[in-house]
């Protein structure tokens, strides 16, 4: 199993992970939870920035936007 993980294949793919993140999601406030996706879904250009953006990125700052206050709240009790 730690052939997979670690295979040279792999590991390229996961540097390239956010390795090619654009400066849109760089700056993005969700960036910690979404890291850009998988880079598969990068195909658009997002606004004054380089290509490279997820094409669900509204979607996901939606989302995020309107489940990360509960999370961070459950997240809290629980510690």
Known sequence: ???????????KFGY??????????RACAYLRDC???????RLIRPPDSE???NYLCAGFKRF????LPTVDRIA????
């Open 51 to 53: 290509p490279g953006l």
């Open 64 to 67: 995020f936007y309107y489940t």
């Open 16 to 25: 390239a992970k956010s390795g090619t993140l654009p400066r849109y999601c």
């Open 76 to 79: 809290a009790e629980l510690r």
């Open 35 to 41: 890291w850009g996706e998988c880079p598969k879904n």
């Open 1 to 11: 199993m730690a052939e997979m993980v670690f295979s040279p294949m792999q590991v």
